[in-house]
């Protein structure tokens, strides 16, 4: 499989150079995104620009990246801008994918992920957030 990889400290970004993810090599890129979560990632962005071809090992393939992005709570983004790709991953009924149109978005999405998730975080720590917690108005 033809990629180009940037690892930065919050997220990788794989770009997929070339025009299908199919069950030709589904294979290969899971084993690209196991070895990123191997490495401690969790918020992945896979560059889909060439893909012109996605058939269902390739989806299998990116629910299965999604998952374990999920697990992390990271973020895993598609990027493409191509309608047909956009429709076939739509259908395909993946729980909380993230499709942008370019990978700047697509960090902003993982910057906003991560600020949500420390937000969350704290207001765990603090014990905020829960039903019936906290003070009610007439405490006031």
Do not use: W
Not at 47 to 56: H, K, Q, R, S, V
Not at 107 to 121: G, K, R, S, T, Y
């Amino acid at each position: 499989m033809n990629f180009k990889l940037e690892q930065n400290e919050q997220y990788a970004v794989i770009e997929l150079n070339e025009s299908a993810l199919t069950v030709d090599n589904a294979g290969e890129f899971e084993d690209v995104v196991r070895g990123l979560f191997r490495k401690g990632y969790g918020n992945m962005i896979v560059e889909f620009n060439a893909i012109e071809e996605l058939d269902g090992h390739g989806v299998a393939a990116i629910r299965k990246a999604n998952k374990i992005c999920l697990n992390e709570v990271g973020l895993f983004v598609v990027v493409t801008k191509n309608e047909e790709i956009i429709d076939r991953l739509d259908n395909a009924k993946i729980e909380d994918l993230t499709i942008m149109p370019t990978v700047q978005e697509a960090i902003d999405a993982i910057f906003l992920n991560e600020l949500e998730n420390d937000f969350q975080e704290e207001e765990d720590e603090f014990g905020f957030g829960g039903e019936g917690e906290g003070a009610s108005e007439d405490d006031y």
